[in-house]
Every structure is written in structure tokens, then in C-alpha cells.
Nanobody
Framework: EVQLVESGGGLVQAGGSLRLSCAVSGFSFDDYAIAWFRQAPGKEREGVSCISSKFGSTAYADAVKGRFTISSDNARNTVYLEMNSLKPEDTAVYYC?????????????????????WGQGTQVTVSS
């Protein structure tokens, strides 16, 4: 059974940091790229970052470049999203998702339908 379970969300002040975790089971990082998406109230879900552990490549949305870092720990079957210099506009529910392709990572952040499996989400709230 494929599962993605997010954790690490919470309330933080602007300028602060959080690290999100996505624990995966039921598939290998060799076969799937993993991404983080987020959805703020009243807004569409948007891609934040993705990683191909197989090829060691990553991609980021412009809004988070230089502030967020995605990484993976294959031994723990976990993908992380380190979020620094957080802003109130980063407030959203953050989801991790899996895609059975390692190509065109940056473009995939605009293609939710490319992602087959999703976690339940974790809330991130940044206060001003």
C-alpha cells in the first residue's frame, strides 16, 4: 500500500523556520519523484518544490527559491522541506505527492495531475 505522511507543520513567526517531513512507504525513490505542494485558503494548490533522488535533481517555485530546500533520506524513506525566512504568505496546508517520472521536474510543479499519490497535508501558519 502506498502511503505518504506529512509532519512538522505548526505556527511560526515571520522570519522563522520549519522543517516538514514526508514519510513514504509502498514504493521506491528510484521509481518516483517527490514534490511538495501547498494550498492557502481560497487559492489553488500550487507546486513548491520537487526532488528526484534517483538523479539528484531538484526544482523550486520562484516564490520559495533561496528560502526553501528540499532533500531526501533514502535510508529513512523520507523527504524533507526546510523552510527558512518564512513569510505570512507561506501560510498554507502543505502536501507531499509522488510522481512516476523523474523528468521535467520544474514543469511538473505546475501539473498537479501528474502526481499519482498524495498525503493528507500538514498546516503551516506564519504570523506577522
Amino acid at each position: 500500500e502506498v502511503q505518504l505522511v506529512e509532519s512538522g507543520g505548526g505556527l511560526v513567526q515571520a522570519g522563522g523556520s520549519l522543517r516538514l517531513s514526508c514519510a513514504v512507504s509502498g514504493f521506491s525513490f528510484d521509481d518516483y519523484a517527490i514534490a511538495w505542494f501547498r494550498q492557502a485558503p481560497g487559492k489553488e494548490r500550487e507546486g513548491v518544490s520537487c526532488i528526484s533522488s534517483k538523479f539528484g535533481s531538484t526544482a523550486y517555485a520562484d516564490a520559495v527559491k533561496g528560502r526553501f530546500t528540499i532533500s531526501s533520506d533514502n535510508a529513512r524513506n523520507t523527504v524533507y522541506l526546510e523552510m527558512n525566512s518564512l513569510k505570512p504568505e507561506d501560510t498554507a496546508v502543505y502536501y507531499c505527492a509522488a510522481r512516476n517520472s523523474h523528468w521535467y521536474l520544474e514543469r511538473s510543479l505546475k501539473s498537479l495531475w501528474d502526481y499519482e499519490y498524495w498525503g493528507q497535508g500538514t498546516q503551516v501558519t506564519v504570523s506577522s
